[in-house]
């Protein structure tokens, strides 16, 4: 999408707004927060993730959202990212 430019009449930008409403009338589930996709070391010192971070235990799925109160965070079950998958790319 191009950045804003107030020179630009109103009219010039109508198809991108058309184009950018339709795209979001098409989403099936939309949820105001961030992803991310996380790798963790577990609490055994002798395991392999300690050592190499290509053998962190996950990927894990965290949702963190504001609510009434402070910064929520919950963490997504293996099988609720299925939304996600193929559409969104998870922050690494």
Not at 4 to 11: G, I, K, Q
């Amino acid at each position: 999408m191009p950045a804003h430019n107030a020179s630009r009449p109103a009219a010039a930008l109508e198809p991108g707004f058309r184009q950018v409403r339709q795209e979001l009338q098409q989403l099936d589930y939309f949820l105001k927060g961030t992803v991310l996709k996380r790798l963790m070391k577990c609490g055994q010192p002798q395991c392999a993730c300690h050592r190499d971070p290509a053998k962190r235990h996950g990927p894990y799925f965290e949702w963190t959202y504001k609510g009434q109160r402070p910064d929520r965070q919950r963490e997504a079950q293996p099988g609720g990212c299925s939304t996600l998958s193929g559409r969104h790319q998870a922050a690494p």
